[in-house]
């Protein structure tokens, strides 16, 4: 069972490039969720879903797109990088928050990204 | 402002001295309290989840409590195979769905 898969593990971008980052995961989450962590910072919402075909904004948004046409996959795209989007990124899924469950996220292990 | 506030940020331990990690919130319409654990060049893994002030929840040397303002993660014994950063996050209702804040998180060392 692997869980949420994050690719690529490693990545070094110039500015102004373009790239996606792939999320997949294999449990029929409904949710799904990309995160940045940032040295001395909690984890940031950058956008999530919450079913296939459906994406909203999180906390920092600017900078990013995402897509989830498929429910096992959701992706991160970069159209003009910027050295302030050096950061670890992270894909996460859940299953449906209700007022009744609330559930935890399960985590990739990450996206390491340096824009120089 | 809702707020999630970790202390201390960093914390060394000697192989079995029992320590507590702080996580204190201002948050309005909790609906849970994660606790997290994140290894070096991983993603975080769940550990638990707490949804109203004086519940408890243990997992081998942890034990996870909440009050009104703040949440302790208490390590009882601690091995050098807890060294880890540990996060805390709060889930809030808000309109339209939840809003989940994270953390900075705790580092600890445990040394044998």
């Known amino acids: 069972n692997a869980g949420v898969t994050q690719t690529p593990k490693f990545r070094v971008l110039k500015t102004g490039q373009s790239m996606t980052l792939l999320c997949a995961q294999d449990?029929?989450?409904?949710?799904m969720y990309w995160y940045r962590q940032d040295p001395g910072m909690g984890l940031r919402l950058i956008h999530y879903?919450?079913?296939?075909?459906?994406?909203a904004k999180g906390e920092v948004p600017d900078g990013y797109n995402v897509s989830r046409l498929k429910k096992q996959n959701f992706l991160l795209g970069l159209e003009s990088a910027a050295p302030s989007q050096t950061s670890v990124y992270f894909c996460?899924?859940?299953?449906?928050?209700?007022?009744?469950?609330?559930?935890?996220?399960?985590f990739g292990q990450g996206t390491r990204l340096t824009v120089v | 402002e809702d707020q999630v506030t970790q202390s201390p940020e960093a914390l060394r331990l000697q192989e079995g001295e029992s320590s507590s990690l702080n996580c204190s919130y201002t948050?309005?319409?909790?609906?849970?309290l994660f606790w997290y654990r994140q290894d070096p060049g991983k993603g975080p893994e769940f550990l638990f989840t707490l949804y109203s002030a004086g519940e408890e929840k243990e997992k081998e040397r942890l034990k996870a409590t909440l009050t009104k303002k703040e949440s302790f993660l208490h390590i009882t014994a601690p091995k050098p195979e807890d060294s880890a950063t540990y996060l805390c996050a709060v889930q809030a209702l808000r309109t339209g769905g939840f809003k989940t804040i994270f953390g900075a998180g705790t580092r600890l060392f445990v040394k044998a």
């Open positions: 449990m029929n989450h409904e949710y």
């Open positions: 996460a899924s859940s299953y449906r928050q209700t007022p009744r469950m609330n559930t935890e996220a399960f």
């Open positions: 879903s919450v079913g296939e075909g459906t994406t």
């Open positions: 948050v309005s319409g909790l609906r849970g």
